[in-house]
């Protein structure tokens, strides 16, 4: 596993793997995902302002984590279709953990889909617990609960 800088020759197939890896949710999920906002860019300045890890060469497995006041927030956790089912969602979450005791944060935070209640039960199964919901601005309904996993 490495963290992936803005200038590495890695970007590209990061950010192809996010998108092939969040297309499922395309006529699933409302709003869409915000994985079609992601460009080339955008992807650098994330590499930037906070973490990109990746696993894999070529890259197939990936995670964005950024700090904030009381939890290490976990988002665009992918993994290749290819690689599914052998343990690089577990191994790329307990990075997450690791670097958040690293940070001395006493947890890591994602959100999820409400629409999407196999990733709920795949994320618990990684130790997380629902913590909240939440609704995307102009939504009037719960779009999204926030799940924690406490450093041990």
């Given amino acids: ?5 803005a200038s590495s020759t890695n970007v590209p197939d990061t950010l192809r793997l996010i998108r092939d890896s969040f297309a ?12 079609h906002l992601l460009t080339l860019e955008t992807l650098r300045q994330q590499c930037i302002k906070a973490e990109v890890w990746v696993t894999g060469d070529p890259v197939i497995g990936c995670m964005f984590l950024t700090p904030r006041a009381q939890v290490l927030y976990l988002g665009k956790l992918a993994v290749a279709q290819i690689a599914r089912g052998q343990g ?33 039960r795949t994320f618990a199964r990684m130790g997380f617990v629902k913590t909240g919901e939440t609704s995307h601005a102009g939504y009037d ?6 799940m924690q996993r406490a450093v041990a």
């Fill in 1 to 5: 596993m490495q963290q992936l800088s």
């Fill in 24 to 35: 499922f949710m395309d006529g699933r999920v409302d709003p869409p995902s915000s994985a």
């Fill in 88 to 120: 690089i969602a577990h191994a790329l979450v307990d990075h997450a953990v690791y670097r958040a005791a690293q940070m001395k944060l006493p947890a890591v935070e994602l959100q999820t889909r409400i629409e999407l209640v196999e990733n709920h």
């Fill in 141 to 146: 309904r719960v779009t999204s609960i926030t």
